[in-house]
């Protein structure tokens, strides 16, 4: 499994930790930066990984982004056409945004949750199937606004 993972400056430190982690989980890795703590415009970094996800670029299967609070790069990757980004903060919501919403970005917060709780978010994040069924129906009244824009 591939995975696409940025920061932010406030949240580069727990994605550089992160990258190390899933790599030791046996996942491969595409860091989209930035290479260091030096403010940065969240946006940029959100929607580098998001182009990822949608576009499965190198194969991508999911995305994981991490800024102050995760709220900001929520925003910005759910702008882009099929990634479906939660911002997620405890591991039951991680579960619930895979099972139901299909979810394909994490958004998580570097500033207000530790290292070891974002762990176990990743860790249910992506061994979470989607459940199908009464969920891809609720998902199917996404496409009509994705071509739209409305």
Request: hydrophobic share 40%.
């Amino acid at each position: 499994m591939k995975i696409s993972i940025a920061s932010d400056h406030a949240g580069f430190e727990q994605k550089q930790q992160m990258v190390e982690y899933l790599k030791a989980q046996g996942y491969e890795v595409l860091d989209r930066g930035p290479e260091t703590d030096e403010r940065v415009d969240y946006p940029d970094y959100a929607v580098k990984v998001a182009m990822d996800v949608s576009f499965k670029h190198q194969g991508t299967d999911f995305g994981i982004l991490i800024c102050g609070t995760g709220i900001g790069m929520s925003i910005f990757a759910n702008k882009i056409v099929r990634v479906r980004a939660a911002n997620v903060t405890i591991p039951e919501f991680a579960e619930l945004a895979r099972a139901h919403n299909d979810a394909n970005v994490l958004c998580l917060s570097g500033r207000f949750i530790d290292f070891e709780t974002n762990t176990k978010i990743v860790d249910t994040f992506l061994t979470t199937e989607f459940e199908g069924g009464r969920h891809a129906a609720r998902l199917a009244k996404l496409l009509p606004l994705e071509r739209t824009g409305a």
